[in-house]
């Protein structure tokens, strides 16, 4: 696992791939640099290499941890799950997983099959346990300590499983029920994103990709209700969802461009748009999507 400090780029998680310093702004000839002809990395800007042909390309993603040299790096369409030859660092719409040899599991292959089912029925014991002491909460200061926890709980992608999607939405769904009714700031809810984030990454049926959606929706209404017309929109950008929240004057609607929202590493390696994204508008009026 990776930890980028301040205000270093790469790409968003536990991946194997280089963090740089951002630029202050980029060139016409950082932009194009894929297309000039080069002796070695440094000719070709960051995120791209040398090829053999001597020509600047993009680095492709990479596998955490090298799969811990107990299985092999592969490249898979994040859509179908299907293999594919190639996905550059830029792609939006591609991974870079571990295909763990036999007796190995986990998103790097570092744990043996033994190890990783005991973890995941830990983890398991962990949401139970804190669903079992969370109730609904009036202080501030307790919804952020239950959002922290939280996030704490679900951090580990590796000992998650589908049985665990819906007990955490559950809790992120209370967390966020008593920050609409206190009036946490949005901006402090962020953990709670994280956790919804990571949860999504095992999810596998529908009916969860509707309770998320739900949970996203209830962010956003509490986001919008902290927004004045016209003020900037609020962007989110994770993993597996992506949310443009904005609030708007119902009485005289605007032209409004939809864009999808890009994280500063994406912009920086000019990565191709995301195929989709929750937009929200809240209209003061009734203030509802």
């Given at each position: 696992m990776r930890?980028?400090?301040g205000?270093?780029?790469?790409?968003?998680?536990?991946k194997?791939?280089p963090?740089?310093?951002p630029?202050s702004?980029?060139?016409?000839s950082?932009?194009?640099?894929?297309?000039?002809?080069?002796?070695?990395?440094?000719?070709c800007?960051?995120?791209?290499?040398?090829?053999?042909t001597?020509?600047?390309?993009k680095?492709t993603?990479?596998c955490?941890n090298l799969c811990?040299?107990?299985?092999v790096?592969k490249?898979?369409n994040?859509?179908?799950?299907?293999?594919?030859?190639r996905?550059?660092i830029?792609s939006?719409?591609?991974q870079?997983v571990?295909?763990?040899?036999l007796?190995?599991g986990g998103?790097?292959?570092a744990?043996?099959?033994?190890?990783?089912?005991q973890?995941?029925k830990?983890?398991?014991?962990?949401?139970?346990?804190?669903?079992?002491?969370?109730?609904?909460?009036?202080?501030p200061?307790?919804?952020l300590?239950?959002?922290?926890?939280?996030?704490?709980?679900?951090?580990?992608?590796?000992?998650?499983?589908?049985?665990?999607?819906?007990?955490?939405?559950?809790?992120v769904?209370?967390?966020?029920?008593?920050?609409?009714v206190?009036g946490?700031?949005?901006?402090?809810l962020?953990?709670?994103?994280?956790?919804?984030?990571n949860?999504?990454?095992?999810?596998?049926?529908?009916a969860s990709?509707?309770?998320?959606t739900?949970?996203?929706t209830?962010?956003a209404?509490?986001t919008?209700?902290q927004?004045?017309?016209?003020?900037?929109a609020?962007?989110s950008?994770s993993n597996?969802?992506?949310?443009?929240t904005?609030?708007?004057?119902?009485?005289?609607p605007?032209a409004i461009?939809?864009?999808?929202?890009?994280?500063?590493?994406e912009?920086?390696?000019e990565?191709?748009?995301p195929k989709?994204?929750?937009?929200?508008?809240?209209?003061t009026?009734n203030m509802?999507?």
């Amino acid at each position: 696992m990776r930890i980028m400090f301040g205000r270093i780029l790469g790409e968003l998680g536990s991946k194997n791939s280089p963090c740089v310093h951002p630029p202050s702004s980029l060139s016409i000839s950082e932009t194009t640099q894929m297309l000039y002809k080069c002796k070695n990395d440094s000719d070709c800007g960051k995120f791209r290499y040398c090829n053999s042909t001597g020509y600047c390309a993009k680095m492709t993603k990479q596998c955490p941890n090298l799969c811990s040299y107990h299985g092999v790096c592969k490249f898979i369409n994040s859509n179908t799950g299907l293999p594919i030859s190639r996905c550059e660092i830029s792609s939006t719409e591609c991974q870079a997983v571990c295909q763990c040899f036999l007796g190995f599991g986990g998103a790097s292959c570092a744990l043996s099959a033994a190890q990783l089912l005991q973890k995941v029925k830990l983890r398991q014991q962990m949401i139970s346990s804190f669903n079992n002491q969370s109730t609904r909460s009036n202080f501030p200061q307790d919804v952020l300590s239950k959002a922290s926890t939280l996030l704490s709980i679900t951090q580990k992608l590796d000992e998650l499983s589908p049985k665990d999607v819906g007990p955490i939405l559950s809790a992120v769904k209370n967390i966020l029920d008593s920050a609409s009714v206190i009036g946490v700031g949005y901006e402090k809810l962020d953990g709670l994103l994280q956790s919804v984030d990571n949860v999504a990454s095992v999810m596998n049926n529908n009916a969860s990709t509707l309770f998320l959606t739900k949970i996203l929706t209830k962010y956003a209404s509490i986001t919008a209700s902290q927004l004045l017309p016209g003020q900037i929109a609020v962007e989110s950008v994770s993993n597996n969802f992506r949310i443009f929240t904005k609030c708007v004057d119902g009485s005289q609607p605007p032209a409004i461009n939809l864009s999808v929202p890009k994280s500063a590493f994406e912009q920086l390696v000019e990565t191709d748009k995301p195929k989709s994204a929750l937009f929200f508008y809240y209209n003061t009026s009734n203030m509802r999507p």
